[in-house]
């Protein structure tokens, strides 16, 4: 079973928008971490925020922040007044404590325009 | 800029032959893990070496396999190369078990492509 799905496979949104990604999990552990990453057309994966499963408040980090909805494992993220260079893919992914690995989903490229 | 640095960054061999592919963690950092990332897709689970151990695998056939050393940089090594194996190859090194919150580092790849 897919643990993480984006179903947005490319999304285009005008420069200084802000956008939203979407990302939904299934786990039966009642404790994970949940991440997003992006990675610009180099390929290194760029850690951009991550949210843990006992967190009460949906993280933040600058620019970008997690819409964390536990009830609906959802985990989406937003990027607030987007720029040129937020042009990438991006990953949801996902870490349980039985294993030390992380799962991605499929990603979302998003592209900027100017 | 990650710490975590991979080599080499692209790649070209004929189905049949073997490669090695090379990680070295960030400092500190115990734990390295393998992915693979096929065009298009997101990154799959090779395995991940915990203090010179591998500690969990994905579905990946035994062909696949790896080593970590003392200053815990790792190699990925692949035999029989087949045409599916393209793709790029990401490490990342961590603090393994040190809590749910703990960053992957991830390297640049390789870019490995299978003629």
């Known amino acids: 079973a897919q643990k993480i799905t984006q179903t947005q496979p490319g999304m285009f949104v005008q420069e200084k928008e802000a956008v939203t990604l979407d990302c939904t999990y299934d786990?039966?552990?009642?404790?994970?971490?949940l991440f997003w990453y992006k990675q610009p057309s180099s390929g290194e994966m760029i850690f951009l925020i991550y949210q843990g499963s006992y967190d009460q408040q949906n993280a933040t980090e600058g620019r970008y922040s997690l819409n964390f909805q536990k009830a609906r494992k959802s985990a989406n993220l937003v990027i607030s007044a987007s720029q040129l260079g937020d042009s990438a893919m991006y990953f949801c992914a996902m870490r349980e404590p039985r294993d030390d690995k992380i799962i991605f989903g499929k990603g979302t490229r998003l592209h900027i325009l100017p | 800029e990650t710490g975590v640095t991979q080599s080499p960054t692209h790649l070209i061999k004929t189905r049949g032959q073997q490669v090695t592919l090379r990680c070295s963690s960030q400092?500190?950092?115990?734990?390295v893990s393998w992915y693979q990332q096929a065009l298009g897709q997101g990154p799959q689970f090779i395995f991940q070496?915990?203090?010179?151990?591998?500690?969990g695998r994905g579905n990946f056939p035994p062909r696949f396999s790896g080593l970590q050393f003392p200053n815990y940089s790792s190699e990925l090594n692949v035999n029989a190369l087949e045409l599916d194996d393209s793709a790029l190859y990401l490490c990342?090194?961590?603090?393994?078990?040190?809590?749910?919150?703990?960053?992957?580092?991830f390297g640049q790849g390789t870019r490995l492509t299978v003629v």
């Open positions: 070496y915990y203090r010179e151990e591998e500690n």
């Open positions: 786990t039966s552990d009642p404790s994970y971490g």
């Open positions: 990342a090194s961590s603090l393994g078990w040190q809590g749910l919150n703990t960053e992957a580092f």
């Open positions: 400092s500190g950092h115990n734990t």
